[in-house]
């Protein structure tokens, strides 16, 4: 007993021992079976230090310098006020600043009346999942208003606060008193939002920067708030294609579970009473539901184990986190999702960013940060590598076994013509309909593979049931 419920503990770490050893395995073969592969080219941390190398010595990538206020960003302080609105109601929240005078003059700018302000204790924590990021579909619906707001000629700053005054969502009003605060010290839109982290995208902020050059700062809005409703877009249905199966394979699971577990339990208790002789399949199910009775909270146990060890080990371990997307996105039906999604959002953004006038070598290091798939990480590196040694752009995605050679082929003519911006568009579409067309097939496909698997689990239990009951008829 001892030692099977050792092996049960066990369990876990022996699937992903073995798990990350299939993975390098699996790898291995799938690489050997593209020919078109660079047996040479750079990966992992060769790679990385090549780009590292090349940024120092080239002139074509212009190191994004940060500015002195960076030096300041990382002593703010983090103060909680009380105020009184112009229409007399107590308004509470949270204001980051150098010091508390610096809050004070916000609020008195603000039209506030200052009742009280105190340094944030240090149990004073804020609880949120998703860092200090803004989401996709908050952002594109801010910008929208933003632009609204800009184009009836409402001052930028006064626009500003009219979103603080609207939102309810404390982290968001957080973030835009900030900005508000940067552009009344005299900071730029795009410095302003820059000095916020991570919480605007780095696409959003160049696009920011160009715009105050050409002076179109509410068409750049618009286009980007179209740019974040497609990306959210193409984001849900990749979950959807992603998590609809698992959901419905975790279903079918547990309705085989329940099957062994409580069903054919009564079954074993009626064959025991009459001394049936029990075939081979019946003592199959006979032992699987015995073990689950007895060791079902060590399985659950081991599942949540191995799924938040695997979360840990992909979001922490590049190299895992690289074959597991290999191999996903090497697996039919899923791995195009995966291709076309990825395709679709880079070629999209490669062109909002040329169309705006970002430079290429700029426009590729905003798009390595813009993807969390190391395969893409590693094409767009091994990308700007070669454009510092003065290859074309067509001849760096040239042979890379994620980048369809639709799209590249597209990227050969984009060049040809000068109308590289226009192409990638072309190809965002393309890609697009090809993901949401993947996304579709999945779904119809999903059912009935359920329902064959349904029926073979179910057969199978019906059949080690069905067949002693014939037995026992015959003794009759």
Known sequence: ?????????????????????????LQTLIFKKDLNIDPNRLEGEELTKELEKVKEQSDEFK??????????????????????????????????????????????????????????????????????????????FALIQLS?????????????????????????????????????????????????????????????????????????????????????????????????????????????????????????????????????????????????????????????????????????IKGFRKNAQILLMKAPAFGKVIIYGQVSTITRTFSSLLNHGVFITDSMEILSNLTNNEIYREILSRTMIGLSKGAKLSETFKGEWAFPVVAYEMIVTGESTGQLALMMQKVSEHFGNLHHNSVTVIKSLIEPVVIIFLAIAVGFILMSIILPMFDLYGQI
């Open 1 to 25: 007993m001892n030692s099977a419920m050792n092996k049960v503990l066990k369990m876990p770490l022996t699937i992903l021992q073995y798990a990350g050893k299939g993975l390098s395995y």
């Open 148 to 316: 609204t707001y800009i184009k009836a000629g409402i001052p930028l700053i006064d626009s500003m606060r009219i979103l603080a005054k609207q939102t309810t969502n404390a982290s968001l009003k957080r973030i835009y008193d900030r900005v508000i605060y940067e552009l009344v010290i005299g900071e730029p839109f795009s410095a302003a939002l820059e000095k916020q982290g991570e919480a605007f995208p780095s696409i959003l902020i160049n696009m920011v920067k160009t715009s105050e050059m050409t002076g179109d700062l509410a068409g750049t809005l618009d286009e980007m708030a179209d740019y974040f409703t497609d990306t959210e877009k193409t984001r849900k249905e990749m979950v959807s294609a992603l998590i609809y199966p698992a959901v419905i394979f975790t279903l079918c699971v547990g309705a085989v579970f329940f099957l062994v577990m409580f069903v054919v339990p009564q079954f074993i208790d009626m064959f025991s009473s009459q001394g049936a002789e029990l075939p081979g399949i019946t003592k199959f199910v006979i032992a699987a539901s015995s073990f689950l009775q007895s060791y079902w909270w060590a399985i659950i146990l081991g599942v949540v184990l191995v799924i938040v060890i695997f979360r840990w080990l992909y979001k922490n």
């Open 63 to 140: 190191k994004v310098k940060k500015q002195e206020h960076n030096d300041k960003e990382g002593k703010l302080q983090s103060f909680r006020y009380t105020v009184k609105n112009a229409m007399g109601e107590t308004v509470k929240g949270i204001f980051d600043s150098e010091d508390i005078t610096g809050v004070r003059v916000f609020l008195s700018n603000e039209g506030y009346e200052v009742l009280d302000i105190k340094p944030r204790d240090k149990w004073d924590i804020d609880i949120s999942f998703g860092g200090n990021k803004i989401k996709t579909g908050d952002l594109s």
